[in-house]
């Protein structure tokens, strides 16, 4: 479960940019002292309920992606780890997956037109497949940023909601 040296549990840098000591931390997530020193030194796993009301009075979503990644054995296999970016960053990553779009799309259909793949078309197959899991990443960037705005008030929740809401009816 240990990270490589010199780096630091996400759950206790979370904690510290709060400014919270353990002790306030401990009693505002119901657990105690004990079990959230041993979270944050990596001597127990949090359970996924830990995680998410972690996630919830850090303000912090991102938390449960580094959880499911990192410490869930089916996540570690399936789910990729989505990193911390702002959103002028995720929308210049996105964008750039999104014009390679057009390009994957033409190679998929040529590898699945004969409904085969041999040899000579696993590379392109491989970059469609890694194209569109650097896309998946983006977009979940994108989510866990917009969740932390709507944590920290910079979006309504109300307004997000509604407008989400609509664009589904509209679709």
């Given at each position: 479960?240990?990270?490589?040296?010199?780096?630091?549990?996400?759950?206790?840098?979370?904690?510290?940019?709060?400014?919270?000591?353990?002790?306030?931390?401990?009693?505002?997530?119901?657990?105690?002292?004990?079990?959230?020193?041993?979270?944050?030194?990596?001597?127990?796993?949090?359970?996924?309920?830990?995680?998410?009301?972690?996630?919830?009075?850090?303000?912090?979503?991102?938390?449960?992606?580094y959880y499911?990644?990192?410490?869930?054995?089916?996540?570690?296999?399936?789910?990729?780890?989505?990193?911390?970016?702002?959103?002028?960053?995720?929308?210049?990553?996105?964008?750039?997956?999104?014009?390679?779009?057009?390009?994957?799309?033409?190679?998929?259909?040529?590898?699945?037109?004969?409904?085969?793949?041999d040899d000579?078309?696993?590379?392109?197959?491989?970059?469609?497949?890694?194209?569109?899991?650097?896309?998946?990443?983006?977009?979940?960037?994108?989510?866990?940023?917009?969740?932390?705005?709507?944590?920290?008030?910079?979006?309504?929740?109300?307004?997000?909601?509604?407008?989400?809401?609509?664009?589904?009816?509209?679709?």
């Open positions: 479960m240990a990270e490589a040296k010199g780096s630091t549990n996400l759950y206790l840098a979370k904690r510290k940019a709060l400014g919270w000591s353990r002790e306030s931390a401990a009693e505002k997530l119901g657990i105690s002292d004990d079990k959230l020193e041993r979270i944050e030194n990596e001597k127990q796993m949090p359970n996924p309920q830990d995680v998410l009301i972690m996630s919830d009075v850090y303000q912090a979503p991102e938390l449960c992606n499911c990644s990192r410490d869930c054995e089916i996540g570690r296999r399936y789910v990729p780890r989505v990193p911390d970016s702002e959103l002028p960053g995720i929308v210049l990553q996105l964008m750039a997956s999104i014009y390679e779009m057009d390009d994957i799309g033409k190679i998929l259909v040529r590898i699945t037109a004969d409904d085969q793949i000579s078309e696993v590379e392109n197959l491989a970059k469609a497949q890694y194209t569109l899991e650097r896309l998946s990443i983006m977009i979940e960037a994108l989510q866990l940023c917009v969740e932390r705005k709507i944590d920290r008030g910079e979006i309504s929740r109300k307004l997000y909601e509604a407008a989400y809401k609509k664009a589904e009816e509209t679709r």
